[in-house]
């Protein structure tokens, strides 16, 4: 039998099962199971400086779907509303780590028009009868003062295939629209230039319930849809995203052999400090630690002995000395003594960066320019995966760098810069 975690607190990412193909490319749910009440996303994990990479189809995170009427753009730019540019945008204030997911929807053929969804699956041996849902609305650009009111509008559907759903802006057929959820931009026929949108005057908090049938191992998508409206479009958002469920009543009560009741990761002098706790176990054999740069591929670090049967409160605690730069990504995975494991919650930690230095391009051929920070003396390359594909020091004092990079495969990948105090920071670039 498969043992499952019990979740107490608040999910950062839910409880996630990466098993589910969309398109071409192997692409997560978020699992609903008996043992979790809500989930959560906060968007946090969106780049806060520079620029990042979401190409149409892909996920940036666990069960977040991303799709582009001018599929040929990857950019993820990070903005502060100051910009009337069309595009994919991590919004939020210069230099803060609070992030919110928006656009600026085009008729250009080099931007055109976006939607994202969020890919659930029910996995709680009962039929899901109603979404509870809420998430705050954010406007971080006023178009001009020709410009009225625009709109992220909602939508559901449901299916029993991931492949059953179209998220394309440009259809609405198998959705169905909810209209209590639908973000309405406060601001309109207003002077054009940079809002805050943590500003109670820019947002709007919005919450439904919806009804809804979803039998055990079906799913639902949840869509956001960011049309090319009358006149230059405003700069909206979403932010602070929760979903609770009900399900019909259960006939018995619940095992839970293995009851987590708390899983936490903290930057600490360079390392990241993980702490869990279990209320009961049973046939536990060992917990893996698996970390991820993504939130997508995740890869083993540690192996920590678990207490077999026990009644009692047990601690375990991990350092991960060479963690990684920026925002990395944490789960657990629990393995009973037959074999089975289940997946613990995904927990995100950020690690103090160098000074910032500068990659370019971020979308390469052959070569990679590097304009390095003081004290830096390496470089190391991964993959999305995590794999390890280049290792190499800096000499003393050399501040720029070319790499050749014409020998990799097409991809997404993840450069990591460090120092001898432990300092890091992570660049991504795409090689074409």
């Not at 609305?137 to 295939?161: D, K, V």
Request: aromatic share 12%; hydrophobic share 40%; net charge neutral.
């Amino acid at each position: 039998m498969v043992r499952r975690f019990t979740r107490i607190a608040n999910f950062f990412f839910g409880c996630l099962l990466l098993v589910v193909v969309l398109s071409e490319d192997a692409m997560a749910q978020i699992s609903l199971n008996p043992f979790t009440k809500s989930y959560t996303q906060d968007f946090n994990a969106l780049p806060s400086s520079g620029t990042g990479t979401w190409e149409h189809g892909t996920q940036y995170f666990p069960g977040w779907s991303l799709y582009r009427t001018a599929p040929v753009t990857l950019t993820l730019a990070v903005g502060t509303g100051s910009h009337n540019a069309g595009g994919l945008y991590s919004f939020g204030l210069a230099g803060s780590t609070d992030r919110a997911l928006g656009s600026i929807a085009s008729a250009s053929k080099d931007v055109g028009e976006f939607s994202w969804g969020l890919l659930i699956q029910n996995n709680t041996g009962q039929t899901i009868t109603s979404l509870n849902i809420s998430y705050t609305g954010e406007q971080w650009r006023s178009a001009r003062a020709a410009t009225p009111q625009h709109m992220l509008s909602f939508w559901y559907a449901t299916g029993t295939e991931p492949s059953a759903f179209n998220l394309s802006p440009k259809s609405d057929a198998g959705w169905t629209s909810v209209k209590e959820l639908d973000f309405k931009g406060p601001v309109f026929y207003a002077a054009g230039g940079a809002l805050n949108g943590n500003d109670p005057a820019n947002k709007r908090y919005l919450s439904a319930s919806i009804p809804v049938t979803i039998p055990d191992k079906g799913y639902v998508m949840l869509r956001w849809k960011d049309l090319d409206e009358f006149e230059n479009d405003h700069g909206l958002a979403i932010d602070d995203f929760s979903l609770t469920w009900s399900t019909q009543v259960s006939s018995g009560p619940t095992i839970l052999p293995v009851e987590l009741v708390n899983f936490k990761a903290t930057a600490q002098n360079n390392a990241v400090q993980l702490q869990w706790a279990t209320a009961s176990e049973k046939n536990n054999s060992h917990f893996i630690v698996e970390r991820s740069l993504t939130g997508k591929e995740f890869a083993d670090v540690a192996t920590i002995v678990g207490k077999g049967t026990s009644a009692l409160q047990s601690d375990y605690r991990f350092t991960d000395e060479q963690p990684l730069n920026g925002a990395a990504f944490y789960r657990l995975k629990q393995v009973d003594y037959d074999g089975t494991y289940s997946y613990s919650k995904v927990v995100a930690v950020h690690v103090k960066a160098l000074a910032k230095a500068l990659l370019y391009p971020t979308i390469a051929t052959s070569t990679l320019s590097l304009d390095l920070p003081d004290q830096c003396n390496t470089i190391t390359i991964y993959d999305l995966a995590g794999r390890l594909i280049l290792h190499e020091p800096v000499p003393f004092q050399v501040r720029k760098r070319t790499l050749v990079v014409s020998h990799l495969k097409a991809g997404n990948y993840s450069l990591l810069l460090s120092n001898t105090k432990g300092e890091r920071q992570m660049l991504w670039f795409v090689k074409r």
